[in-house]
């Protein structure tokens, strides 16, 4: 109990002084050696920010093939096993709206992977 109100007060501080077991689990999940530090972790994610705020301003999720889809969906960390290749467009381009809100904290975006599909088919329902 103590370690989700950690996670809970570190999404709501935007506090970049991660326990380290909560460094551990976001290196895992972005795949980052987790003895790099916290900044690899923000530049990977102000990296995808960039990367989502261009592919919201462009119609470059219709014209990508089904390899491109699977790289950027890899990227961010997002589940497409077994999925069409309408659902893996209609994916991303949810999280690129998602991501791209104006308030959303560098600290909740890498954490979004674990808590975006918890509803999808493919996550934990």
Request: glycine share 4%; proline share 2%.
């Amino acid at each position: 109990m103590q370690s989700a109100k950690c996670i809970v007060h570190f999404i709501a501080a935007g506090s970049w002084r991660l326990y380290f077991f909560v460094q551990y689990h976001l290196a895992r999940i972005h795949h980052v050696n987790p003895f790099m530090g916290v900044k690899h972790l923000c530049r990977r994610a102000e990296v995808l920010r960039y990367l989502d705020h261009f592919l919201l301003r462009s119609d470059a999720v219709d014209a990508m093939s089904d390899q491109q889809l699977y790289l950027q969906l890899y990227l961010r960390r997002l589940q497409y096993y077994g999925m069409t290749i309408d659902e893996m467009r209609a994916l991303l381009k949810k999280w690129v709206r998602c991501s791209s809100a104006p308030g959303l904290r560098t600290s909740a975006y890498l954490h979004a992977p674990a808590v975006f599909q918890l509803e999808t088919k493919h996550g934990l329902k």
